[in-house]
T-cell receptor, first 112, second 111 residues
Framework: DAGITQSPRYKITETGRQVTLMCHQT?????MFWYRQDLGHGLRLIYYSAAADITDKGEVPDGYVVSRSKTENFPLTLESATRSQTSVYFCASSSTGDYGYTFGSGTRLTVV | KQEVTQIPAALSVPEGENLVLNCSFT??????LQWFRQDPGKGLTSLLL?????REQTSGRLNASLDKSSGRSTLYIAASQPGDSATYLC??????????FGSGTRLLVRP
């Protein structure tokens, strides 16, 4: 089935390590997004991409790096993980950018 | 800075009751407003989209209204069922590919 897949589903990492969260979509949507969800904050946008090789910062980009060499993939890298980056991370895609969002099932990341 | 607030944070109702979830936003210059449903351990599912020029949208037992001038939206759920139990999130789009989410209302419909 077409969809949006995130991996891994769960990840525990140590402070200071680099970790990459993967996101893959099969619709060829132009727009892709990374959000983090924390208790009391709802979802906050980390980075988004309007097309391959085009990315831009969201509300909370510090400590994160993204790339988009192919339309279908949008990995999120934490260069040096901190405890404050413990969160649930959601990837989403959209053909329009402003609506018609499809979300992945999330990656629960714990930094110890 | 746009802020989105949802009240109440949690709601418990008996099955069959009609209910209203509230969403307020601070800046009326929005592109659209969207309601999502989130089940535990799952991603978000889009429920309703209201464009800035619209007043309401309906899908089955769900009806969402939008009053831009007062910065408010409501999600009305008719004849609630246990399967409606989930967290409901509203989000406003600023028109620059950025959704601003509220913290959600956690709904429990008791059989």
């Amino acid at each position: 089935d077409a969809g949006i897949t995130q991996s891994p589903r769960y990840k525990i990492t140590e402070t200071g390590r680099q970790v990459t969260l993967m996101c893959h979509q099969t619709w060829s949507h132009s727009y892709m997004f990374w959000y983090r969800q924390d208790l009391g904050h709802g979802l906050r946008l980390i980075y988004y991409s309007a097309a391959a090789d085009i990315t831009d910062k969201g509300e909370v980009p510090d400590g994160y790096v993204v790339s988009r060499s192919k339309t279908e993939n949008f990995p999120l890298t934490l260069e040096s993980a901190t405890r404050s980056q413990t969160s649930v991370y959601f990837c989403a895609s959209s053909s329009t950018g402003d609506y018609g969002y499809t979300f992945g099932s999330g990656t629960r990341l714990t930094v110890v | 800075k746009q802020e989105v607030t949802q009240i109440p944070a949690a709601l418990s109702v008996p099955e069959g009751e009609n209910l209203v979830l509230n969403c307020s936003f601070t800046d009326s210059a929005i592109y659209n407003l969207q309601w999502f449903r989130q089940d535990p351990g799952k991603g978000l599912t889009s429920l309703l989209l209201i464009q800035s020029s619209q007043r309401e949208q309906t899908s089955g037992r769900l009806n969402a209204s939008l009053d831009k001038s007062s910065g408010r939206s409501t999600l009305y759920i008719a004849a609630s069922q246990p399967g409606d139990s989930a967290t409901y999130l509203c989000a406003v789009s600023t028109g620059s590919y950025k959704l601003i989410f509220g913290s959600g209302t956690r709904l429990l419909v008791r059989p």
